[in-house]
């Protein structure tokens, strides 16, 4: 379940970015979108760490230059599959997702995330 969560969030960021305008702005919300897929799906980080690419990498420019979205997703997969852990007892897609029954911990855990992406922390 986890690793095909990972896969088609990561297939959905390669054809936004490859099909959107190339802006810093655009990346930063298509990372925000492909954060929210793994969140929608029950997928967080363990001990409330931040998701990122790996170091040195810059996850738009890796999907623009990648030769398919299946060679950006098999260089990418396993590194997020690595960081994300499954939260909850769901273990399918029938679920739904509500920022007002999250821990405050979790709360300002995202909040943080999505601010640390769009200020520039969270891409490289």
Same mark, same amino acid.
């Given at each position: &379940? #986890?690793? *095909?969560?990972?896969? #088609?969030?990561?297939?959905? &960021? &390669? &054809? ?7 802006? =810093?702005?655009?990346?930063?919300? *298509? ?5 929210? %897929?793994? /969140? ?6 363990? !001990?409330?760490?931040? %998701? @990122?690419?790996?170091?040195? #990498? @810059? ?11 299946? $060679? ?5 997969? @396993? ?6 852990? $499954? /939260?909850? !007892? ?10 007002? !029954?999250?821990?405050? #911990?979790? =709360?300002?855990?995202?909040?943080? !995330? ?6 520039? =922390?969270?891409?490289?």
């Amino acid at each position: &379940y #986890k690793r *095909t969560v990972v896969e #088609k969030g990561l297939e959905v &960021y &390669y &054809y936004a970015i490859c099909l959107s305008p190339l802006t =810093r702005g655009g990346a930063a919300c *298509t990372w925000g979108m492909l954060l929210g %897929i793994w /969140r929608v799906a029950g997928l967080w980080t363990g !001990e409330g760490g931040l %998701i @990122q690419p790996p170091s040195g #990498k @810059q996850l738009d420019w890796e999907a623009i230059l990648a030769e398919s979205v299946g $060679a950006f997703v098999g260089e990418f997969a @396993q590194h997020f599959d690595d960081l994300l852990v $499954a /939260r909850g !007892e769901e273990a399918d897609f029938d679920f739904e997702f509500d920022f007002d !029954e999250l821990s405050d #911990k979790d =709360r300002v855990g995202l909040i943080n !995330e999505v601010c640390g992406v769009l200020e520039g =922390r969270g891409e490289g």
